[in-house]
């Protein structure tokens, strides 16, 4: 059974420090998810990776992907307050799935 | 931008009562899902629909459960018998195909459903 850990489960943070958020999921998978979530709203799809060494960026937004350490990082340069939320990994089994399995979330807040 | 839209926002129900939740998928996606998430907790998935049948569910998608598509642009589930557990903001959720090519599964705003 697919598993996913995601750490820290919260994140106090300064505006205009770094930090990254770690995902790690127990077997091999076809595709690994980010996703914003604020309060009481909907799941904003924020990188979708699929490969080895697979690296995305967004603004101040880095997802990465090392399937044989079976890892993913997100990483926050320079926060600000407009980052606070919570934070979800997804992953995607192997063999046709569709089922997207979350971990339980990063909720970050960023300080001014 | 497309998106999935949902409705009620909110439903406030009595145990024992049915509920249905609504959902319009993108217009040309072809795989549609319900996750729930409880108050504070991971989100979960449910079931997952193609080709006017169910693809795969979880344990929790239990026979109180069933999706339809009536028609070519809703996609329902139906709760029968809600329970005080069933309180939970329900995702519909739909994505275009299984390629592996970035395939992004678009999520709708939820709906909240209070079961009292």
């Known amino acids: 059974e697919l598993k996913v850990e995601q750490n820290p489960l919260f994140l106090s943070m300064q505006e205009g420090k770094n930090y990254t958020i770690y995902c790690n999921y127990s077997?091999?998978?076809?595709?690994l998810y980010w996703y914003r979530q604020d309060p009481g709203k909907s799941l904003e799809s924020l990188f979708v990776?699929?490969?080895?060494?697979a690296v995305k960026q967004e603004g101040r937004l880095m997802a990465s992907l090392d399937t044989k350490a079976r890892l993913s990082t997100l990483h926050i340069t320079a926060a600000v307050h407009d980052l606070s939320a919570t934070y979800f990994c997804a992953v995607v089994t192997q063999g046709g799935s569709e089922k997207l399995v979350f971990g339980k979330g990063t909720k970050l807040t960023v300080n001014p | 931008e497309p998106e999935v839209t949902q409705t009620p926002s909110h439903q406030v129900t009595q145990m024992g009562q049915e509920v249905i939740l609504r959902c319009v998928p993108i217009?040309?996606?072809?795989?549609f899902y319900w996750y729930r998430q409880i108050l504070g907790q991971k989100v979960e998935f449910l079931v997952s629909?193609?080709?006017?049948?169910?693809?795969?569910k979880s344990e929790i998608f239990d026979d109180q459960f069933s999706v339809e598509r009536p028609d070519g642009s809703n996609f329902t589930l139906k709760i029968r018998s809600t329970k005080l557990e069933d309180s939970a903001m329900y995702f519909c959720?739909?994505?275009?195909?299984?390629?592996?090519?970035?395939?992004?599964?678009?999520f709708g705003e939820g709906s909240w459903l209070t079961v009292v």
């Open positions: 077997t091999t998978s076809d595709r």
């Open positions: 629909f193609y080709n006017n049948e169910i693809s795969e």
């Open positions: 217009s040309n996606h072809l795989y």
């Open positions: 990776l699929l490969s080895n060494g």
């Open positions: 959720a739909s994505s275009h195909g299984t390629d592996l090519s970035g395939n992004t599964i678009y």
